[in-house]
């Protein structure tokens, strides 16, 4: 039953209320985060169909993502019931291919033209390159992507891109653009840009095309229009009309929202302008401002609206809320990554023992995808329920699988499943044929594949080409010296480093010029990481116990357990990991009991949505402001509206979290707090720790639970043997132990040591020391260290 026309104002301030009521001219509605301007247009949704009884069919919402336009759905269909499924909700791009669809014989398209994405983009266009002897070196595939993107989004077609070239680069880039597009057509093909502005052409071409679709939306509506760049915001403008057509057909009537501070795609070739000059663009436009938050504390407001007036040029706002103080912001400063990872667990688990919040409630936000990888560690290790929203859980990803499979099978030459994986990974001519011919040889012979495989290294397999034959003798050469490496001892790290090195696995992705390919290039040093501080903890671990007194606290029940830090005892680690990662998603059941999964995802993904409980990490300088911003005014004013938008996610708490050290491509690193701390007035935040405390590194004192004292170990330990542990009353207080290179030390755990290498300065200086037998550790150096230099 629909809602009757009061209820649907109910629960509206008066601006609200006049945005939703408004009739005719077009109207902007700009305000902060919160404020109610995604509610402004569900609720003008619900009005134009209960109240001024518009047909659902009439209606256009734009929406910034899939999920945005699912939930606006549901909340309309909440107030008005199924009907409002004829509506269009949707993004963008799904808009334009269903239009483009629809029209294609207008467009000499097929109907079910592809559509190319980044990935297939950066392909084709590098084959264009080549083509056209264009140096790659001097003009990377990467490069002539983007310049063409950005040409395509200020609706610049190759013809235009040529005209106005002024340099070499421009010159260039018109002249792939122009084979590139052409190829797209022959490829029957669009990429994403192209959704757009040949739908903008369609409009504009055609008279009729554009009239067919302004009858039929007679209510178009954008929510954050922030960040619509130049083809969409023509896009709009086509599809509204600006004045009535020769058959009498009047503008639509348009209905955006946005926050100017909450611009964050500019990289996309959004512009704030579209905001900025919506009265011009759109003859009689009303603005209508919203100041009254209705989501977050004055708390985490005040410390918004605080970071916020940093940037310059800005229209400031006022934006107040009557809903109380509430919590202090959360402050937090952790030794390291895991550390970072364990408070963060370790408090989720509090808030959820206390009944303050369900998992549902909780979101945490990090800066760039491959920092959930420590989160979901430790969220598997304690069984708290996850969900990563955009981006491949860590070990299902493609490259960190491939890895694994290399692995698997230097630990276990018969592992069919995994020899198969990587037979052809990287490409080294052992095509599918030839791998059938193995396969039908070991099932001939009744002998395994990798059995079969030595056979047709040694040439002696009928049916077989000779070439593919050869490729074979060097893949089973190439494990044989790797399996070598294992044999000797050697770490599971460096032995990834020889499989990435010696495959040519790495090479292939650093020389490509598809970001995604840089993003796994990430991954896999991400893995080294895993796989060294694997080593290193376990050594640590076997080395504490050995010194001891409450050894006899740990299970000794390790029969047929692998030796500690060895390649198996690696597998299985992460095997237990990836498996616990398969459980399927517990946010699928509708279960009502069901306290739902804490949700992980990147500031990026976060917009528009909000959850009372907030956990944004790696709050430091190079991480969040993003490295590339440290120098860079422009940069740093879009990095900083990433971080009102992540605080203004927040409700009730809101933590903010750093660490002193992060471990980023194998070695540790050091970053300074995020300058954005320090933007933030100080009575607002409540700092839980914000000095470390002086141990080794990787240690567990800290975790916020005790469950959370199994570590890189394949056995359970006390917390007893813990590094964070009360010090033994024989360490020596020795402040700010100087090292270098070469020194010789003496542990008080560890025993004699030399010193590898130093890193860091002051508060953040760590070594990593040699002991022998003891293994390789690295140590901070500060406050007390149960070590003397001899
Ligand atoms: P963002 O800028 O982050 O996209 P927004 O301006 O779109 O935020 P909404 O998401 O629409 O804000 O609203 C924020 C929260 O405030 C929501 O929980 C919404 O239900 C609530 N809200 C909005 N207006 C009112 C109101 N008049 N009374 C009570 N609650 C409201
Ligand atoms: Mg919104």
């Known amino acids: 039953t629909p809602r009757r026309h009061a209820e649907l104002l109910d629960d ?98 097929t109907s079910n033209f592809s559509i190319y994405d980044s990935d297939d983009t950066k392909r084709l266009i590098t084959l264009v390159a080549r083509d056209l002897d264009i140096d790659p070196k001097r003009y990377p595939a990467r490069t002539l992507a983007i310049h063409i993107s950005n040409l395509k989004n200020e609706l610049i077609d190759a013809d235009g891109a040529a005209s106005q070239a002024a340099n070499d680069l421009e010159r260039r880039v018109a002249e792939v653009y122009a084979e590139y597009q052409r190829r797209l057509i022959q490829a029957k093909a669009m990429d994403f840009d192209d959704l757009i502005m040949r739908t903008v052409e369609l409009l504009q071409v055609f008279p009729d095309v554009a009239e067919y679709y302004r009858r039929r939306f007679r209510h178009v509506m954008v929510d954050e229009y922030q960040d619509t ?18 058959s009498g057909v009047p503008p639509a009537e348009l209905c955006v929202v946005g926050d100017a501070d909450q611009s964050i795609y500019a990289f996309r070739g959004a512009t704030i302008r579209n905001i900025e000059e919506f009265e011009r663009d759109f003859t009689d436009a009303r603005t209508i401002l919203l100041e009254q938050n209705y ?43 895991h550390d970072e990872a364990a408070f963060v667990a370790g408090e989720i688990d509090a808030l959820a023992d206390k009944g303050v919040a369900n998992y549902s409630d909780v979101a945490v936000f990090y800066r760039t995808n ?94 077989m080409n000779p070439r593919s034959g050869k490729a074979i003798t060097g893949f089973v050469e190439l494990l044989d010296g790797l399996r070598e490496l294992v ?16 495959t040519g696995y790495r090479t292939e992705l650093e020389e490509s010029d598809d970001p995604q390919d840089a993003s796994r290039v990430e991954n896999l040093t991400e893995l080294v990481t895993v796989a060294r501080e694997f080593t290193e903890f376990t050594v640590e671990v ?117 660490a002193m050290t992060r471990s980023a491509w194998g070695q540790p690193m050091n970053n300074p707090a995020s300058r954005f701390f320090d933007e933030i007035p100080a009575e607002l935040i409540d700092w839980r720790r914000e000095e470390p405390v ?37 360490w ?11 020194d010789r030390v003496s542990h008080d755990k560890y025993g004699l040591g030399t010193v590898l290498s130093c890193d860091g300065t002051g508060p953040r200086a760590t070594a990593t020391i040699d002991f022998g037998g003891s293994g390789k550790v690295r140590l901070m150096l500060i406050g007390s260290v149960p070590m003397v230099k001899l």
């Open 12 to 109: 509206l301030n008066g601006a609200q209320r006049e945005a939703v009521t408004h009739h005719g001219a077009p109207l902007l509605v700009v305000a902060g985060a919160g404020s109610g301007k995604t509610r402004v247009l569900t609720r003008r949704i619900a009005y134009l169909l209960a109240e001024r009884h518009v047909h659902p069919g009439q209606i256009l919402a734009i929406t910034f993502t899939n999920k945005a336009a699912a939930e606006m759905r549901d909340r309309v269909n909440e107030m008005v019931g199924r009907r409002a499924n004829a509506m269009w909700v949707s993004t963008f791009h799904s808009m334009c291919v269903r239009i483009l669809r629809r029209e294609a014989k207008t467009l000499d398209l």
């Open 229 to 246: 760049n130049h083809a969409q915001y023509t896009l709009v403008r086509e599809l509204v009309g600006i004045e009535t057509t020769e």
């Open 295 to 337: 989501r977050s504390t004055q708390t985490i407001l005040s410390a918004a609206n605080a970071v916020i007036a940093r940037n310059p040029n800005r229209r400031d706002k006022r934006l107040w809320t009557d809903s109380g103080d509430g919590e202090k912001i959360v402050g937090y400063v952790a030794d390291n990554d």
């Open 370 to 463: 491959n920092q959930s990888r420590v989160f979901e560690e430790i969220f598997i290790r304690l069984g708290l329920p996850y969900k990563v929203v955009g981006g491949v859980r860590f070990y299902e990803r493609r490259e960190v699988k491939d890895m694994l499979a290399y692995l698997r099978v230097l630990a276990n030459p018969e592992d069919t499943v995994s020899l198969r994986r990587v037979l052809n990974v990287p490409k080294r001519g052992i095509g599918d044929r030839a791998e059938a011919v193995v396969a039908t040889y070991a099932e001939r012979e009744r002998i395994s594949f990798a059995q079969a495989l030595r056979v047709a290294a040694t040439g002696d397999m009928p049916l």
């Open 487 to 502: 044999d000797d001892g050697q770490e599971v790290a460096d032995v990834l480093e020889s499989v990435l090195d010696r």
């Open 542 to 658: 076997a080395a504490a116990i050995a010194n001891d007194e409450n050894a006899e606290l740990v299970e000794d029940d390790d029969a047929g357990v692998p030796a500690p830090g060895s390649l198996p005892a690696f597998l299985e680690r992460v095997s237990l990991v990836a498996d616990a990662d398969s459980i399927p998603d517990p946010d699928g059941g509708d279960d009502a009991d069901d306290a739902g999964v804490v949700t992980l995802m990147t500031v990026h993904t976060a917009k528009g949505l909000e959850y009372p409980v907030v956990f944004c990490t790696g709050w430091e300088d190079g991480i969040f402001p993003h490295m590339r911003a440290l120098g860079d005014p422009t940069e740093l004013a879009e990095e900083r509206r990433l971080a009102y938008v992540a605080i203004t996610r927040a409700r009730e708490r809101l933590y903010l979290s750093r």
């Open 694 to 730: 002086s141990r080794a590194f990787g240690g567990t004192g800290n975790f916020g639970s005790p469950r959370v004292a199994t570590t890189w170990g394949s056995k359970q330990r006390s917390e007893s043997t813990g590094f964070g542990a009360a010090p033994n009353k024989n």
């Open 732 to 742: 020596k207080d020795t402040v700010a132990l100087k090292l270098e290179v070469g």
